[in-house]
């Protein structure tokens, strides 16, 4: 008879190809891990709405929810499950937040795959998986508030569309984007000018550049 898997994991992301690859690597790799998929948000919900799991993988760049909003209703509901954080963006971006808002682990798609399997059997065995550099900036920004940056002031929301400012994106863009109107994106550009001090897109745009944010 097979070997009936220990865990049961879902994995979120709304590009299948990395879905499939990912689950390949965890089901060859570890041998006792069940994985399951979902490509939205809604999808995800239902899942664990539905099913019991051991662990969520979770990408932040889903098309019908911003991410860090998503983890935050997860852990409000199951805050006893395991989410790793699956990001295209690198931790500077988002690590710190998604770490406080209460995720296990925080790895890129740039990682590889060794490192990805170390993360998930982490998690799975009711540990963290934080990266030193990610270490670093967790215990700066918990131990002295006094060197907080102009961005750790803002919202999740604010913060998202700074870095898409700083990106290059246009406000029409970034409503098209996060399904949002662009009146309510201006308004949310506005305010984060005015919590960091900045008069300009090319002020923020600097700024991010300078703190290593965007390329």
Same mark, same amino acid.
Not at 195 to 206: G, S, V
């Given at each position: 008879?097979?070997?009936?898997?220990?865990?049961?994991?879902?994995?979120?992301?709304?590009?299948?190809?990395?879905?499939?690859?990912?689950?390949?690597?965890?089901?060859?790799?570890?041998?006792?891990?069940?994985?399951?998929?979902?490509?939205?948000?809604?999808?995800?919900?239902?899942?664990?709405?539905?099913?019991?799991?051991?662990?969520?993988?979770?990408?932040?760049?889903?098309?019908?929810?911003?991410?860090?909003?998503?983890?935050?209703?997860?852990?409000?509901?199951?805050?006893?499950?395991? #989410?790793?954080?699956? &990001?295209?963006? *690198?931790?500077?971006?988002?690590? /710190? @937040?998604? =770490?406080?808002? !209460?995720?296990?682990?925080? #790895?890129?798609?740039? &990682?590889?795959? *060794?490192?990805?399997?170390?993360? /998930? @059997?982490? =998690?799975?065995? !009711?540990?963290?998986?934080?990266?030193?550099?990610?270490?670093?900036?967790?215990?700066?920004?918990?131990?002295?508030?006094?060197?907080?940056?102009?961005?750790?002031?803002?919202?999740?929301?604010?913060?998202?569309?700074?870095?898409?400012?700083?990106?290059?994106?246009?406000?029409?863009?970034?409503?098209?984007?996060?399904?949002?109107?662009?009146?309510?994106?201006?308004?949310?550009?506005?305010?984060?000018?005015?919590?960091?001090?900045?008069?300009?897109?090319?002020?923020?745009?600097?700024?991010?550049?300078?703190?290593?944010?965007?390329?």
């Amino acid at each position: 008879m097979p070997k009936m898997p220990r865990y049961k994991v879902l994995l979120v992301d709304d590009h299948a190809v990395v879905r499939h690859g990912l689950r390949a690597v965890l089901e060859e790799e570890m041998g006792d891990v069940e994985v399951q998929e979902a490509g939205t948000a809604r999808e995800g919900l239902e899942h664990l709405r539905q099913n019991s799991y051991d662990a969520l993988i979770l990408d932040i760049g889903l098309p019908d929810r911003n991410g860090l909003d998503l983890l935050k209703s997860i852990h409000s509901e199951w805050p006893k499950l395991p #989410v790793l954080i699956l &990001s295209m963006f *690198d931790e500077s971006q988002y690590g /710190v @937040r998604m =770490i406080k808002a !209460g995720a296990a682990g925080y #790895v890129t798609k740039a &990682s590889a795959p *060794d490192k990805f399997v170390v993360a /998930v @059997r982490k =998690i799975l065995s !009711g540990g963290r998986y934080i990266s030193q550099s990610l270490g670093e900036r967790l215990a700066a920004n918990l131990s002295d508030h006094s060197d907080e940056e102009p961005y750790d002031v803002l919202s999740d929301r604010e913060y998202q569309i700074f870095l898409m400012i700083a990106s290059g994106k246009t406000v029409s863009e970034i409503a098209n984007e996060l399904c949002l109107s662009v009146k309510t994106v201006s308004t949310h550009r506005s305010h984060v000018l005015q919590k960091t001090n900045m008069k300009t897109n090319a002020e923020l745009t600097h700024y991010a550049f300078f703190k290593g944010l965007v390329q």
